[in-house]
C-alpha cells in the first residue's frame, strides 16, 4: 500500500508538521510526505502568529492555537526532518495544492491524504493508518438529510475530516482520496476560480477574504453527483471541522471559527482535552 501525505503549506506551524511524522506507519506500508509550499515561512512572518495568539484567552480552542504556533517551520528544516518540501506558486489554496503536486510528480500512490498545515493533530493522529487498515475508522455517511453513522465500503472514493453539517457538500481543508479517483479525476477543476495570490505573501485572517477558493470543493461535490459518486464519499465524524484525528483551523486559527458554533462546539467538547492535546 502506497500512501501520499501531501501537505498545503502556507502558515507553517512546526506543532503540525513535526506531528503529521508521528504516525504508526502498518506493515506493507510505504508512506512518503510531500509538503507543497506557497511560500516560505519566516521569523518575521511568525511574529503576526505570536502576536495573534497571545492576545487569546486560556480557554480550548486558545490553547490549542498557543500550542499550534510555538515555533515554526520553514522550507530547510521540513526537508531536514523528512518532508519532501518545495516552493510552488502562490496560486490557489486547499485541493488546488495537490493539482500543483501532481503536475510535477511522476509517482501514483494507492491513498493521496490532503491536510492543511493549520490543522491541529490529536494524538489519535498516531493512530490514523492503523486504524485504516484495519476498517476501523468512525465513518459516516449521509442519508439524504444529515450524517449518521455508518461503515465504509470497499469502493470508497474519498472521505473527509468532517462534514458541512445536514450538507453533502465536502470540505477542502482536508480530503482522503484513493488512486483510482485520481487518476480518473485527472485534476481538481479550479476553472471558475479568479483569486489568484501570485506574489503575495499577507495573511488574509477574515472568513470571506477567499470564500471564492470554497468554489474547489462545490465542483468536486458536483462532479461527484454528476457521475453518481456521491454516495462514495464519507466522512470521519458528524460535527464541523473536527474529528477524533484532528481539528481544522480558519484561516490559521482554531478560535478563529465563527460559524456553525453548535456543531463546532460540540465537536471541541467531545474530541478535545486536556489529554488529547500534544
Not at 209 to 226: A, F, G, M, S, T
Request: aromatic fraction near 14%; charged fraction near 25%.
Amino acid at each position: 500500500m502506497k500512501v501520499v501525505i501531501i501537505a498545503g503549506g502556507w502558515h507553517f506551524p512546526r506543532h503540525f508538521y513535526n506531528n503529521a511524522l508521528d504516525i504508526n506507519i502498518p506493515n506493507g506500508y510505504e508512506v512518503d510526505f510531500v509538503a507543497v509550499c506557497h511560500r516560505n515561512m519566516t521569523k518575521e512572518l511568525h511574529v503576526e502568529y505570536v502576536q495573534k495568539v497571545s492576545n487569546l484567552p486560556d480557554d480550548v480552542t486558545g490553547k490549542m492555537d498557543k500550542v499550534l504556533y510555538q515555533d515554526f517551520a520553514d522550507i530547510d528544516y521540513l526537508n531536514s526532518i523528512g518532508w519532501e518540501a518545495n516552493l510552488y506558486d502562490n496560486t490557489i489554496g486547499d485541493f488546488n495544492f495537490i493539482n500543483q503536486w501532481l503536475d510535477t510528480s511522476p509517482k501514483s500512490y494507492d491513498v493521496y491524504i490532503y491536510l492543511s498545515d493549520d490543522v491541529f493533530l490529536t494524538k489519535e493522529w498516531k493512530n490514523f493508518l492503523r486504524d485504516f487498515h484495519f476498517n476501523s475508522l468512525p465513518i459516516f455517511k449521509h442519508n439524504g438529510k444529515d450524517w449518521v453513522p455508518g461503515i465504509l465500503p470497499n469502493d470508497w472514493i474519498h472521505i473527509g475530516n468532517c462534514p458541512n453539517p445536514g450538507r453533502k457538500v465536502m470540505r477542502s481543508s482536508t480530503g482522503i482520496f484513493t488512486g483510482d479517483f485520481i487518476q480518473r479525476l485527472g485534476r481538481f477543476n479550479t476553472d471558475n476560480i479568479k483569486l489568484i495570490r501570485e506574489g503575495q505573501e499577507n495573511n488574509l485572517w477574515k472568513h470571506s477574504d477567499v470564500d471564492e477558493w470554497n468554489l474547489v470543493q462545490r465542483n468536486l461535490q458536483d462532479y461527484l453527483e454528476l457521475h453518481k459518486l456521491d454516495n462514495k464519499s464519507f466522512r470521519l465524524s458528524d460535527t464541523y471541522r473536527s474529528s477524533k484525528y484532528m481539528v481544522e483551523a480558519e484561516r490559521g486559527l482554531i478560535s478563529n471559527n465563527v460559524i456553525i458554533r453548535s456543531s463546532f462546539n460540540k465537536g471541541i467538547q467531545k474530541f478535545i482535552n486536556e489529554d488529547n492535546l500534544r
